[in-house]
């Protein structure tokens, strides 16, 4: 074999062949020079950080070989009715416009300017702006929801424009052996966090934040169920934990481990409605929908780690869609009710200006490099602590079920593993699972800190309901449901003609 010296050859004259391994060879090569410089730097928290994600390695990759299933006449009848859906809408969009303004043929795509167009020439609204342009993105449109002239426009484009996302996630590509793939990337974020993105072959997409709509499209393997295991309220534990270890004030924790802390919340924001007292009752009531698809104990979530995370009112509210007032009365009371969240703000600020980095609970550790005094950089070290130390939690479960062997992981979803099994060795599997997500952490005091998982059963991803009995469902020692039969693509009826979606191009 003839070696090739790159400093007496310019690489770009080489055979296409050659020169690919010339620089292959000098990837290889650079990584090795600056990995030789990297670790006599690391110290012990960096070291076991290091040695946790090359542990992840082998799940990340399993998953990303296995991939999930997909239920091809689920998916073709959810596109279907998205389809109808937005024959429908565009309809009406195209009525209005036409018939108001004179725009026939309105597009309302996020690329188009028809949008602007209409609101700002036509109606005369003062333009909203984004980097000194005039837009109409999401968060410009719920502005325009203020004026009446512009309210049923603005909400039918708000309406297609989320059905139109949905419609390309289902479209997404799916490999011939009819699976979707992602690719896992362990070190994509600076928590320790997992993202996701296209797998190596182009195919699939982000599999962790897929909203639950769209879930059921995602089965289980022939003879295999699902289960789905989440970190209950994971975060505030990790911040009750923290409370706790700096200043032994365990208010917050004890209030996460006695009960539901959210719906505790949501009764502080919205305390008209009709609370029982009871937890299941009132976590119901909590359930409802407020916001599109989020319900308010969801948004509940929200507010609270966004006050934990030392967030304002305003922000907070364009955020959740929560009313301003409602919010600056509720965070005097939660200040109140938790005074040491004040603490923990006050110890991260100190730590970041003596030191400029943060240790979450787990040992992980970030620089920060932002201004050390400014709030935006505090706030960003105070969810660092929760989002690191889920992390850990959440993945050192996941190894611990891809040693053990007694179930595939099919999908990392943050806060959550979807894994399947045997569907005849249900109980069994069950039990040892939980059992392996269970990450103990010893905190100052004498104090164990565990966060408990709640599980879900079912042969596909989605929730359970009248039309999705197969979903998923809360365990609760057994489940008598049986799998549905599949369904043949050619037994799906197609409705709407798909006049409008063909006349605009298609979706």
């Known amino acids: 074999m003839k070696i090739i010296h790159t400093n007496e050859i310019n690489p770009e004259d080489l055979p296409a062949f050659d020169r690919e391994l010339c620089y292959n060879g000098l990837d290889c090569v ?14 012990n928290h960096t070291t076991a950080t290091y040695s946790f994600s090359r542990s992840l390695q082998g799940p990340a990759l399993e998953m990303r070989l296995r991939g999930v299933k997909i239920d091809p006449a689920r998916r073709a009848r959810v596109l279907d009715e998205y389809y109808d859906l937005v024959d429908r809408l565009d309809a009406n969009l195209e009525r209005l416009c036409g018939e108001g303004w004179g725009m026939w043929e309105f597009n309302w795509r996020p690329n188009s300017k028809d949008p602007l167009e209409l609101f700002y020439n036509r109606m005369q609204i003062p333009a909203i702006k984004k980097a000194g342009r005039p837009t109409c993105d999401r968060d410009a449109l719920e502005k325009l929801e203020s004026y009446f002239i512009a309210l049923p426009i603005v909400r039918h484009i ?4 989320d059905i139109w996302k949905k419609i390309q996630v289902l479209k997404t590509e799916i490999d011939p052996d009819g699976r979707m793939r992602t690719s896992y990337n362990i070190a994509g974020t600076n928590t320790g966090r997992f993202s996701s993105s296209f797998s190596e072959f182009g195919t699939g997409g982000n599999l962790q934040n897929i909203e639950d709509s769209l879930r059921s499209v ?3 393997d022939e003879g295999m169920k699902f289960g789905y295991f989440d970190g209950e309220q994971i975060q505030s534990r990790i911040v009750g934990a923290m409370e706790w270890n700096l200043f032994q004030d365990g208010l917050y924790l ?7 802390l959210h719906t505790t919340v949501a009764k502080l924001c919205w305390p008209e409605l009709p609370w029982t007292g009871k937890v299941k009752q009132d976590k119901e009531i909590a359930e409802q929908p407020f916001y599109r698809h ?12 966004g006050t934990n ?4 009112a305003p922000e907070i509210s364009r955020q959740t869609k929560i009313e301003q007032k409602v919010i600056e009365e509720f965070q005097p009371k939660y200040h109140t009710a938790f005074p040491a969240h004040r603490r923990w703000k006050e110890w991260t600020q100190q730590e970041l200006i003596d030191h400029g980095y943060i240790v979450d609970l787990s040992g992980r550790k970030r620089y920060f ?3 050390r005094n400014d709030a935006a950089t505090v706030r960003e070290a105070l969810a660092y602590q929760a989002q690191a130390t889920e992390a850990h939690i959440v993945n050192s479960g996941m190894l611990n079920v891809w040693r053990e062997r007694n179930a595939l992981l099919s999908m990392q979803q943050h806060d959550a593993v979807l894994i399947q099994f045997p569907e005849d060795r249900e109980e069994e599997t069950l039990e040892i699972i939980k059992k392996q997500l269970r990450v103990p952490m010893q905190l100052e005091h004498g104090r164990e800190f565990i966060v408990p998982f709640g599980c879900k059963t079912g042969w596909n991803f989605g929730s359970y309901s009248k039309d999705n009995v197969d979903g998923l469902k809360d365990w609760e020692g057994g489940d008598e449901r049986v799998r549905g039969p599949a369904v043949s693509l050619l037994d799906r009826v197609i409705r709407g003609s798909r006049k409008q979606s063909r006349k605009r191009g298609g979706l």
């Open 158 to 161: 708000i309406l297609l424009r």
């Open 254 to 260: 004890d209030s996460c481990e006695s009960g539901d």
């Open 218 to 220: 995602f089965i289980a």
């Open 309 to 312: 995370f030392d967030g304002k």
């Open 294 to 305: 989020y319900t308010r104990r969801f948004m509940c979530k929200k507010i609270g780690h």
């Open 369 to 371: 490099f932002g201004r």
């Open 30 to 43: 650079i990584t090795a020079e600056v990995l030789s410089v990297l670790l006599p730097q690391l110290d």
